[in-house]
Every structure is written in C-alpha cells, then in structure tokens.
RNA sequence: AGUCCGGUUUGGGCAAUUGCUGUCAUAAAAUGGCAGAGGAAAGUCCGAACUUCCCAGAACAGGGUGCCGGGUAAUACCCGGGGACCGGAGGAGCAAUCCUUCGGUUACGGAAAGUGCCACAGAAAAAAUACCGUUCCUCAUUUAUGAGGAAUAAGGGUGAAAAGGCAGGGUAAGAGCCUACCGCAGUAAUGGUAACAUUACUGGCACGGUAAACCCCACCCGAAGCAAGAUCAAAUAUGGAAGUUUUUUCCAUAAAGGAAACAAAGGUGUUCUGCUUUGUUAAACUUCCGGGUAGAUCGCUGGAUUCUGGUGGCAACAUCAGAACAAGAUAAAUAAUUGCCGCCUGCCUUAGGCGGGUUACAAAAUUCGGCUUACAGAACCGAACUGCUU
RNA sequence: UGCCCCGUGGUGUAAUUGGCAACACGUCUGACUCUGGAUCAGAAAAGUUUAGGUUCGAGCCCUAACGGGGCAG
C-alpha cells in the first residue's frame, strides 16, 4: 500500500455496506461543526475503507463534485494514523464523510484549507476515542 | 469618439511535485510512456440512430404540424422569398395618410361545410321584432300636443366589437338609391416554380369576432426506452427428472390384505360432491435440467466524426481530395499545492515599485442533429442616436 | 440516467364548457366574564410560482423558465 495512495481497493462501493454504516454506524462531528463522519468497526480483516457522500441538496453538481474531491484529498493525505491504528489493534474501519453545516448558499467557493483540519479532527477523534 | 440595441466568435497560457481513471509496453507484480470534461456537458422541448416487444396489410380512434419554395437521415430546426405588424430616416401632401429605404417581430391554412360562445351595458351581439330621434298619413282636441298606422340604419347613447369610409347628387325624411375616390369581393390578363404582386373590367356591399373553442382540409406518426437489451452466474425460493439408502398414517397379521389421505384419468364449458380405475404415501443424500438475485462482461464509443482546400449554389447545404483519431467512468476519474507570464484592480507615483484577485454560467453517464435557458471578461460585424472636426 | 405528476390568503381545499377569486381552520379587534376558554359580532390577509402570447377579457387555453414530489433494474 502506498504512503499517500488512494486506490479503489481502499473505498466503498457497495450499496449493502453503506446502508450498514448509516443504521448501525456512530456519528460523530468536527469542532467547527462543518464536517460529520458515520463509521463502523470490525474485528479482524485489518485495513481502512473511506467514502464520501453529498446530498443533492447542499449545491449543484460542480460544487459537490468539488467538496467531494477535497475530503478526499484532505483524507489522503492524512490518513496514515488510523491506518497504524487499524493495523495495530486489527480492526477493519469504514468511514464515511459528510457535510454537515456546509452549502453552496453560504460558502460558494470553498478550498483545501478550510476542510483539511476539520478532517484531521475527526480522524484523531476516532484513533483517541477507543 | 461615446451611448444603446442586435448578432457572431472566444471561454487564459507554460512548467514542477503528489494523486486518480483509461490505454500501451515487458510473462506477472511493479515501473514507465501517452490521453483524460463543455458551449451550453444543463433543461429534457423536438427530431433521429440503436435495442426489445409486435410484425401480413388496411381502417378507425388518438396525437402532431400548418404562407410559399428549398436544405436535411429527420424535425416544431435552418436558408431564401411573400404578406401583415412595429420602429428609425428621407420624400409627397393643408391634413388624414401614402411612397421609398434600413432594421426588427411574426403558431401566418379554412369563419359563404356545420355547431357553440360573445359576461355587464345596450333597442339590437347576427334571419336587425326600431329605445331616443327624423319624416309622412289618419283620428282626437286644449293648435301643438296626445293616440294609432307607416317609412327610415343618416344622427345619439352603450360596448372590446354596431352592419363599408368620405364628398356630392337625390328624397317627405332617408338609405350604395345614384356618381367620383378609397376599401372589399369576383373575373381576366401580365410577371413569378409558388406564396403573391400589378393592371383592367364587373358587382353596388351580399360576408362582425373567436379555430392557442369543437371542428373541416392537407401532410406526418406502432409502443417503450441503454435502469433498452445480450451473455456468464454465488445465493435464495424449491420447479422438474433420474438414482441410492433408511423407512412406512391406521386396522389386521403367519402371510395375503383392508381402511384413510393425496394425485392423475373417465363422463361436463366451469366448480363442488359422490362413483369407477390406476398410482403413491415419510426422510436424507447425489447428479442433471430449468430458473436468474448479488456480482461480472458486453452494449460503450471510428462517427449523418473533426480540420484544411477545391467545385456547385444568393444561402442553408451538397460533393470531391488530403490529413487526423479527440474521455469512457459506474457511491462514478479529469484533482491539490507552488512558480513564471498574461488579464483585472488598490496605493505611492516620471519610468517604475509594493500589495490583492485568478474568476462568469456551469461538469460527461448510449450516441448524434437542433431548439430553449444561464453566462464575468475580451475581440469583431451591423443599425440607430448624441457630440466634435472637415 | 430516463419517464411522469403538481404549484391559489399563514395552513388545508373550491372555482361547471374563459366573465366579481370562494370556504374551513388560524390571526387581529370588540362584546360576554373577576380572568381565560367556549360563544357572538366584525375586520384584515391572495391577485392564483414567474415571464411572454392568443382573446374584448385568462386561475382556466398555448409557449418558456423556476420550485416541489413520485416511479424504475
């Protein structure tokens, strides 16, 4: 696995997985209430699954498209803590981001800055919290 | 030169690092090379290709289109022309208005095939039953009024719309009743492929509006849509066939057997009950066939394709030659950061320096041809107006 | 992605072939009551999602846009 890689192994695809995440998942949110992640933990099957999802009705097609694109970028390249934490305790993790208090209406332009830290925090939410 | 309107084109560039999707190379892992979002990808308003269903044809129903000619695979699209309407400029005229030219808009067939509707107001809303008024006749009397009869659509008022307009003649008063001009309708000639235009003659007018009301006429249309559909196929339901093993619901038993239930067949179009005949009864396992969910593969990008040039055509477009392959994902790739140039902008201001911004509308989802809507900035073209100069 | 349906006071619904936008609940004011509720009387609140067109006249007919909802293997 690469260091800052993101290949498709590594993100959900399947329909059946992320109903499981958004019924029986835990929700939990960033500081500045701008990002929400659901996600699940598994014994065995060591490695980390990651997703992100946009409603329709936060804005129009190129800024979800662009929101999406930077949670992900914002995940790859600070992912390498919960994959250490995966591999040590030998949990399967699945993540999902959301947006929380973020549209279109109120931030039409939104760059790396602005979302990379509220990631971060969930992230070490998660690894400090078990 | 500026303002405003309309139209066309364009929709920042180069490089580096990290990452994603596709593809090519090496036997594979991995590494490297190459490619990777728009003019609207949008709305889904039209038209096609393609696929499945149905397929022998015809008719009806239903839907669509609607001045004429051309283009196209096809269209509600495009090009050219005609009519009508709107705006600007110029000219003619006392004026109404008309002519010329430029630009724009136009769902623009039929109201003498038929039906319906036209609220309120008004006498009357379509075969004019005459409200006020005008005129004549008769009768009555208070002698200028009343009653009755007749003629009259010129005038009034109502309305969105009132039965050709205007002038002269005519008349009891009036009226296309007659005449000139204009409008309208018909016929003919000329020009034009045609829509239509022009001219001449005839008719005195007969024909209010509405078809984005029903309808009539002409032409066109089978339905659904890539989540179409094709192939492979875990699972699950347990459908069918074959085989093997253990074993039999009740009664009776030495054995044969009998009963019950279920299934099939028989006579009827169907159902139920009964009858007759035949067969079977429970469980497990294996194999084959069928079925087709999760998932996978195909459909899936080389095509009515793009660019350049020639030829034909007023043009849309057609055709010929040469060159080029230009995204193919599926919880869904095309991104993040940085530097330089370009562009916009603030401050200090001679050059120049310092700082900020990097953009509008918006992202493929089977593929094309249009239409419609959104759009920062830039470039070009056309028309109008204003100012200055000649 | 494709297909289909609907927009009327604050809310839920009407409006017969085009002719004054109606009703209920709610809101406000007054009366009744010591006060509130209930009851009675009265009032305000839309111009029909938006923009064009047809018509003398559009909630209704036509075209385009905007918003909301539903269906599917």
Redesign the pocket.
Known sequence: M???????AE??????I??KIFTYGSTIFSYDQKIKANYILEAGNAGVKF???VSKKNG????R??L???L??AY??NKQTLVEFSLKKDLSIKVVFLPHRLNQKDN??I???EIAPAVVDLMSKMTGAK
């Open positions: 690469k260091r800052f890689g993101l290949s498709s993100r959900i695809k399947s329909k059946k992320f109903e997703a992100a999802a129009n097609a190129v800024w498209n662009r999406k694109r930077l992900r970028e790859r390249l039409k332009k760059c790396y800055d």
